[in-house]
């Protein structure tokens, strides 16, 4: 029997359905990074739109999905969340086809927020399903191997979309989403194969009762969801806090993307070039690091031990890159490097804690709801938080930066009692996350 090499074990997963999770995660990000990169140019220069027009678009798309969270989760729990999934996708593989047909802003503001309706119910799905074909012990540790191979996928597909936009040619930049609609239909197909999560999981606690002879184990009955189904989603009031307060925790992608390479290139003498050893950093430690980053982070102890290290982390990057004002030549480079791959040391660890409570503080059977729920936050923040953050950092320097580093470390103190709020009520209604018949 030919045996994998032990540095290459540890790369993959060990669950055959991670696997299988993470080969899709790959393609998935392959096909949304080749038009991802390139969709600011494709707006501007095919459709013809004016850099204020996609901002403004962008944020219509960004309410759109802030009132379409919730509901369109209770769809992915009331009709299955991998058939909502693997609908989402085939949704977003036809919209990618339908870009040639666009002209003019109103088009664009309806393309986008179909795209958001689309993956608001695929991305509960997506959430509620990699949390149910896992065992409890195991949830964590997957969602880093898959988060790791979104990583290569992303950068896979920023490569090809480099290439393509590196040509400037119209006619090339016009096939993107052609390429992404093709990659993405695969990536529907893929969806739509996998097991589901009930036979899966009474599977694999059979198997060892066969071969002790103990006991047999069969497959959960199917209960009428009314009889087993808690509160909705947003009567548990610790969880709403929760998932509020870790989208604050999250703000590392707003430093990442936004605030950090506009100070670069405003506040600081580095040369432009240094963002692409920023990004290219970034993307290298999150495929290398995330799963060891997760370790221990499967019960909310840990999920909330991950919070304290992000927040570390966050508040040492708040301070490094802000001396960057003040630094020259090579020590700004040195500095900013340092003070972004801090960041993405928060992310590793916010991301781990996130799924941990996700998880460990979802009704089995309204997991698609609690994804819509857990998304509110993270789309308060993503509405609020460029902004803002940009106009604490560039236009207040060092004391803008001293005033973000203090709201994280408020949002992850509150954190900590809204989590055991959120603990709390599923106690009281007998809701065991454990529970894989979603």
């Not at 997963?13 to 494709?42: C, K, M, W």
């Not at 299955?80 to 109103?106: C, D, N, Q, T």
């Not at 840990?302 to 508040?315: E, K, N, P, Y």
């Not at 509150?414 to 007998?430: I, W």
Request: glycine residues 10%; neutral net charge; contains cysteine.
């Amino acid at each position: 029997m030919r045996t994998v090499p032990t540095w290459l074990t540890r790369m993959l997963p060990e669950h055959p359905v991670a696997r299988r999770l993470s080969a899709q995660s790959i393609l998935f990000a392959l096909g949304d990074g080749v038009f991802t990169t390139g969709n600011a140019v494709y707006f501007t220069q095919i459709i013809g739109l004016s850099a204020a027009q996609v901002g403004l678009g962008l944020s219509i798309s960004g309410v759109v999905a802030l009132c379409l969270s919730v509901p369109l989760g209770k769809v992915a729990d009331r009709y299955g969340a991998r058939r909502m999934w693997a609908l989402g996708a085939s949704l977003e593989a036809v919209l990618y086809l339908s870009y040639p047909a666009i002209h003019g802003f109103a088009a664009f503001v309806a393309l986008l927020a179909a795209f958001t309706a689309v993956n608001s119910v695929g991305g509960a799905g997506r959430g509620a399903y990699s949390i149910a074909i896992f065992p409890r012990a195991e949830r964590v540790r997957n969602q880093a191997f898959l988060r790791s191979a979104l990583n290569i996928g992303f950068t896979l597909g920023a490569l090809i979309s480099g290439l393509a936009l590196a040509s400037d040619n119209h006619d090339v930049i016009r096939w993107l989403p052609v390429v992404t609609a093709l990659l993405l239909g695969l990536n529907a197909g893929l969806i739509s194969r996998l097991p589901d999560p009930r036979a899966q999981l009474a599977g694999e606690a059979a198997e060892p009762a066969r071969e002790m002879a103990e006991e047999t184990v069969e497959p959960p009955e199917a209960v009428p969801m009314a009889t087993q189904t808690g509160p909705k989603a947003l009567k548990n009031k610790g969880f709403v806090a929760t998932a509020v307060l870790s989208g604050i925790n999250g703000t590392h992608w707003i430093l990442l993307t936004v605030v950090i390479p506009l100070w670069l290139v405003e506040r600081t003498d580095a040369p432009h070039w240094t963002l692409a050893w920023l990004f290219a950093t970034n993307t290298v430690l999150c495929v290398l690091f995330q799963v060891p980053a997760a370790r221990g982070m499967n019960n909310l102890t840990g999920a909330l031990r991950g919070v304290r290290l992000a927040t570390a982390f966050m508040v040492a990057s708040c301070a490094i890159v802000a001396v960057t004002g003040d630094t020259i030549g090579w020590v700004s480079v040195v500095l900013l490097l340092v003070g972004h791959m801090t960041v993405t040391g928060a992310e590793l660890f916010e991301s781990a804690a996130t799924w941990g409570f996700v998880a460990e503080l979802s009704d089995p059977q309204r997991r698609g709801e609690y994804q819509g729920v857990w998304g509110l936050g993270g789309r308060l923040t993503n509405i609020a938080g460029p902004a803002a953050y940009t106009w604490l950092a560039l236009d207040h320097g060092t004391l803008g930066w001293a005033v973000i580093a203090v709201t994280i470390v408020v949002g992850a103190t509150l954190l900590h009692p809204a989590v055991r709020s959120a603990e709390r009520f599923l106690a009281t209604h007998a809701l065991d996350p454990s529970n894989a018949t979603a």
